[in-house]
């Protein structure tokens, strides 16, 4: 073969093996959506059962917040630190499976669930059964796309957020329609249920359809170093020299995700008490808003903060983030004090998009700022400290402002702007004071890696 010919070979030969990688990526990436978009279905279904729920088991405000936030997000978070180192050595599409099988299983037994405290027991089991999903699935993204599009591929990841919860409010919304119907509803087997209790059932066990498809996904190989978990002491090390730019990072996106999840948890709650709007039109409605303009914001987010970085802005993802945040302020504070409705949807759908932004590039910058055998550990630590704070409190103190502050049911819109200002100005706030600590981390790991 002549050199020109085998030349030739050679460069026709890497696009293929470039494009058979990138098809991979693209599947992995799917099935890790899908996943998610499960995982969200089964979380978020809750938002759209609080009156039917409220009334069934006779319970408040603040009581609903508990099932909605910290039942969930006490064992979610806590259980997420081990799974995360886990994941840092340990079979990464194995963790994923067991965690689908388990808040599958747990989610269908909250339909089972006969008393409050046997719903909360149940809520708990979920959080852990989705514990084990993120920080697998950041590192799995991590080692199977290139550094420039990973912004952009954690954000198609984290689209399972907007999927998932707005078809929880799509869906969810037809079936409750349907179920108003019936005071309750007969089960082969089960006998005798609660509608609600029916629609717990209905969209958490077809998530065990999803186990089977993990196995198709191949686990990428580590280095001799990765094979073993890396001593907690350099853990420690890494995060003591670098605890500004981990502790504002993860204490600014908590706050973004606490205006996040408090209008994701009580908005339908907002539009059907003060706009009279029924749980099917608000399952449309807000489901589709969710769906469009929740996923809208974190792609687009993801996209302009890697073409950013491609741009030589080495902090694009919290640069952008920060100013998402300064952005969203502003709908987000004016569309519950409006009286038309259609106004509001447009003005809630602005808000939606970017105060999503975040949501993809917390992540994603968790993996470019800390060391390859440390990924998982340090995305646990993200989502112990973003879900203890946005999913644990940010329902909650919505709920506990209109008991306590605004003392009225009604009144639900006016704790959604408080919550939600104070949230979003504060995360802003601290991205802002992370840039330069972030750079340094950064220069701190390129320096440490060519060494």
């Given at each position: ?44 279904i809750l938002s759209l059962l609080v009156e039917p729920m ?309 992540p994603a910058a968790i993996q470019e700022v ?82």
């Amino acid at each position: 073969m002549t050199e020109k010919t085998q030349s030739s070979v050679e460069t026709t030969s890497i696009p293929t093996q470039s494009s058979r990688q990138g098809l991979y990526a693209a599947y992995l990436i799917f099935i890790l959506l899908l996943a998610y978009t499960f995982s969200f279905i089964d979380r978020q279904i809750l938002s759209l059962l609080v009156e039917p729920m409220k009334r069934d088991l006779d319970i408040s405000d603040t009581q609903m917040s508990l099932l909605q936030g910290l039942s969930f997000a006490l064992f979610y978070t806590l259980m997420g630190l081990p799974l995360g180192r886990l994941a840092d050595s340990k079979s990464r599409r194995g963790i994923i499976a067991w965690s689908i099988f388990i808040w599958s299983l747990m989610t269908a037994a909250c339909g089972l669930a006969k008393s409050y405290w046997s719903l909360f027991f149940a809520r708990m089991g979920v959080g852990v059964g989705e514990a084990g999903l993120s920080p697998a699935a950041y590192s799995l993204i991590a080692d199977s796309v290139q550094k420039r599009h990973l912004s952009k591929a954690i954000g198609v990841y984290t689209m399972g957020i907007y999927l998932g919860g707005g078809m929880a409010l799509i869906v969810g919304g037809m079936v409750i329609q349907w179920a108003a119907e019936f005071s309750s509803i007969t089960i082969p087997i089960l006998g005798e249920v609660y509608a609600w209790q029916a629609v717990f059932l209905a969209v958490g066990l077809p998530g065990l359809l999803l186990v089977p498809l993990l196995f198709t996904l191949k686990e990428p190989a580590r280095s001799q170093k990765q094979e073993k978990a890396v001593p907690v002491a350099e853990v420690i090390q890494f995060f003591k020299k670098n605890k500004k730019t981990v502790l504002l990072h993860n204490f600014g996106a908590a706050l973004a995700s606490a205006a996040g999840y408090g209008a994701l948890a009580w908005v339908p709650s907002y539009l059907i008490r003060v706009h009279g709007m029924s749980s099917g039109e608000v399952g449309m409605a807000f489901g589709l808003i969710v769906l469009f303009c929740g996923a809208g914001g974190v792609i687009v987010g993801g996209i302009i903060a890697d073409k950013r970085y491609r741009a030589g802005q080495t902090d694009a993802k919290m640069r952008v983030a920060m100013w998402a945040m300064i952005l969203g302020i502003i709908p987000t504070v004016i569309y519950p004090l409006l009286s038309d409705l259609t106004i509001i949807l447009v003005i809630l759908a602005i808000s939606t998009f970017f105060a999503n932004f975040m949501m993809g590039l917390g992540p994603a910058a968790i993996q470019e700022v800390v060391p390859t055998n440390m990924r998982g550990q340090f995305s646990a630590l993200y989502l112990f400290i973003v879900n203890l704070i946005g999913l644990g409190l940010g329902p909650t103190l919505v709920a506990l402002s209109t008991d306590y502050i605004f003392g009225s049911p009604d009144m639900v819109g006016y704790s959604i702007i408080l919550v939600s200002a104070i949230a979003m100005g504060g995360s802003a706030f601290l991205l802002g004071k992370c840039l330069p600590h972030y750079r340094a981390t950064l220069v701190s790991l390129e320096e440490s890696s060519t060494k």
